[in-house]
């Protein structure tokens, strides 16, 4: 009865807050953007707009707040400018649950604690959900959420919360449904039946993050922003008042200096927002603090193809996903965030996930899912993580309405903003340009923001859900890729599709893939130069998203895209070769591509030399590609051949368990050698020696466990 009370209290104050109290200086009454100026500008062409222009506002960072300021900035009439060091969305705003939330753990803590702020998140969020997803349909579609219940006594709980979360959605939000535990298992074969009660089914929106940032900077540039990647900020610069009035930024690609001038300068750079704060001022005290969260890619098999699972509270404390995405499965488990605030060294290096957050995951699975599922470590295709930028506790902070961002004057008036999740994105860039208008006394053509209502990124005007059916039939192409740039370029899907290659197939007429499993074709690599995509990092991770999907595909295909790209740009052999370099190694370290030491190649090999010798021999007979692999049916014809009579299925699929860790159906020499050390040494003897050496080796990489981050500093989602 408590909290029934407590939630009618809320409730009532939130239609207070809505007719009488506007928290967030909210705009409203925006009259309507006038139509896209131009055409997407070169890179080239925005470097020289640097050389002579001065801006009314320059942007530091080119993520989802820093694009959505120069969309803001711009659709209003300011002369904007974004300079980004690496690429658009490079950071943690491609590195997301991939959900845009309404915040249901937060409106679990504003039930349970009575938390004004965390419900004024929650509506926010849900406000602000609908708005992006009126801003970017093509990029976004409701995806059902099961949330498992335990015990019986969680029903009327979580029912209470679901209701209230739907109520405080915009009207057209798809209810939340019951179904019994049997339905439950249903839906999500995997779960352990264990102890579950029943579920609910919600909804929420899933989306592309990287996209989605590449598409808010570029509509800013369709708006007049000039907006640059691969440009980093080496100093501040100041204005005749001593205030900040610019930047000197360095071209990464060329290494060429470039001084841009503004009346007001956003600092957007997420968690590292405090090293441009210490340029603007060496003196000044810690605004932001950063926390590291990480998220496993699995087959398609892990989690249905149209529902996902959000598990707020297991059995070991925390919470896991399951989330479906692009034909994979995306995990994660709110253990994996630690706060690696004040380590300047760990938050300028490039982000890499480790082994151990690796088995956190699989372990957190493994308690999850039915025990006859078992759960492979070559089941991880990729493994991505980054770093969350969190407001520093102060009575700043506590004084407003929301509790989980800051934007802050700096002594010479800079701009900079900490915090957010990208539901909240738009909301922190139209407070940021009314900052920066404010004090940097700037003449705007329109006062008040007009991206909530009034605004449509490129390719959202004239896209519908069924437009993909057009490609197919007018040029002739696979569904599958229809779908793909459909949903990914919008209207200017038909665009790319001009410039798509023959097939030099009867069908599909067009559409030539770099690679059977994604329906990437190499038109999307012209189109990803045209966006910016400078890098063959930036291609394979955020115009095409295959390196965070599968790294052992993206590796395969960097000579292809590669070849693709260097006609593009005119790359000669020797920067092709370095590209792809590069490319390898940022899949070996930030994507989670298995390096030369991994849990499982711990174990040693239990043969002898002459037996080794025996079986490499015959390894490399049967590899007659050489492509360093060789199939699971090649393997049990080696052991008929080998005069084994029967092939001991059970074996090599509990070995194969342990050790394969490469790709699934096919082993390297090494996996080779332990299947063939099992088979000479037998069943139980080899099973149990290889236990040891494994589980030494679990023990080492995980002594150090993860700390769990209270769900308020968590941005109350999964």
Not at 606 to 619: A, D, G, L, P, W
Not at 635 to 656: F, I, Q, R, S, T
Request: charged share 20%; net charge positive; glycine share 8%.
């Amino acid at each position: 009865m408590a909290k029934f009370i407590q939630m009618a209290v809320m409730f009532g104050s939130s239609k207070l807050a809505n007719s009488n109290y506007r928290f967030d200086d909210v705009s409203h009454g925006a009259g309507q953007i006038p139509q896209m100026k131009r055409e997407l500008p070169t890179r080239k062409m925005c470097l020289d707009a640097f050389k002579s222009n001065n801006y009314d506002v320059l942007i530091i960072g080119g993520g989802a707040v820093g694009a959505g300021c120069a969309l803001d900035a711009s659709t209003r009439g300011l002369k904007t400018a974004l300079v980004e060091g690496d690429d658009f969305g490079s950071g943690t705003s491609s590195k997301s649950s991939k959900l845009l939330h309404g915040g249901f753990r937060d409106l679990e803590q504003a039930i349970r604690r009575f938390d004004r702020a965390a419900f004024r998140r929650v509506q926010r969020s849900l406000m602000e959900r609908s708005k992006i997803g009126n801003l970017a349909p093509h990029l976004n579609q409701p995806v059902p959420i099961m949330l498992p219940i335990h015990h019986w006594w969680q029903a009327p709980i979580y029912y209470l919360e679901l209701r209230l979360y739907h109520m405080l959605a915009p009207k057209g939000t798809k209810d939340f449904q019951y179904v019994s535990a049997d339905e439950a298992v249903d839906i999500f074969p995997m779960m352990r039946r264990g102890d579950l009660f029943g579920a609910f089914v919600f909804h929420e929106l899933q989306y592309d993050d990287a996209r989605m940032c590449l598409s808010v900077a570029l509509t800013a540039a369709r708006y007049g922003a000039d907006i640059c990647n691969h440009m980093k900020v080496e100093r501040l610069l100041k204005n005749k008042d001593g205030n900040i009035g610019g930047a000197q930024a360095v071209d990464q690609l060329t290494g060429k200096s470039y001084t841009i001038r503004a009346k007001v300068v956003i600092n957007a750079t997420g968690h590292l927002s405090d090293s441009v704060r210490l340029m603007e001022d060496p003196m000044a005290e810690q605004l932001c603090t950063s926390s590291w969260g990480s998220i496993a890619v699995f087959p398609r098999f892990y989690c249905p193809q149209h529902v996902g699972v959000f598990d707020p509270h297991t059995k070991d404390g925390g919470s896991i996903f399951f989330l479906p995405w692009q034909g994979h499965t995306l995990v994660g488990t709110s253990n994996e965030a630690c706060d690696v605030s004040g380590n300047t060294a760990a938050l300028c290096a490039p982000p890499q996930p480790s082994e151990r957050e690796v088995q956190c995951l699989l372990e957190g699975i493994r308690h999850f899912v039915s025990p006859n599922f078992d759960v492979r470590r070559c089941d991880v295709l990729a493994v991505w993580g980054g770093f969350k930028a969190m407001p520093v506790e102060s009575a700043a902070l506590n004084n407003t309405p929301l509790r989980n961002h800051v934007v802050n004057l700096g002594p010479r008036n800079m701009v900079s903003i900490v915090g957010g999740t990208w539901s909240s994105f738009r909301m922190l860039a139209e407070k940021a340009v009314n900052a920066a208008i404010k004090y940097g006394n700037i003449d705007a053509l329109r006062p008040l923001s007009v991206t909530a209502d009034a605004c449509k990124l490129d390719g959202a005007n004239g896209w519908t859900p069924r437009m993909f059916i057009r490609l197919v039939r007018d040029f002739g192409m696979e569904r599958d890729v229809a779908e793909h740039l459909s949903n990914t370029y919008g209207s200017n899907a038909f665009k790319v599709a001009v410039n798509a290659s023959s097939s030099g197939k009867g069908w599909p007429i067009v559409g030539k893939r770099l690679h059977s499993e994604f329906p990437y074709i190499e038109a999307d690599v012209k189109q990803g130069v045209r966006d910016y995509a400078c890098t063959l990092v930036d291609m394979v991770a955020r115009r095409l998203r295959v390196a965070f999907l599968n790294v052992q595909v993206a590796d395969e295909i960097l000579p292809q895209v590669a070849n693709v790209m260097g006609r593009e740009l005119k790359w000669s052999s020797e920067r092709k070769a370095k590209e792809i370099d590069n490319a390898r190694r940022f899949l070996s370290t930030q994507m989670g591509q298995l390096s030369g030491d991994p849990v499982h190649l711990s174990v040693p090999i239990k043969m002898s030399v002459r037996q080794v010798h025996k079986y490499v021999t015959h390894f490399r007979t049967l590899d007659d590609n050489n492509t360093g692999y060789v199939t699971i049916s090649n393997c049990c014809k080696a052991m008929k051949a080998m005069g084994v009579k029967e092939v001991p299925v059970d074996l090599m699929h509990n070995v194969l368990r342990d050790i394969d860790c490469h790709a699934q159906g096919k082993v390297n020499l090494y996996e080779f050698l332990l299947l063939m050390s099992a088979v000479v040494q037998g069943d139980t003897e080899y099973l149990r020696y290889a236990k040891i050496c494994i589980d030494q080796k679990l023990v080492s990489v995980s002594n150090q466990q993860p700390r769990a981050q209270p769900v308020e500093r968590a941005c109350g989602g999964p």
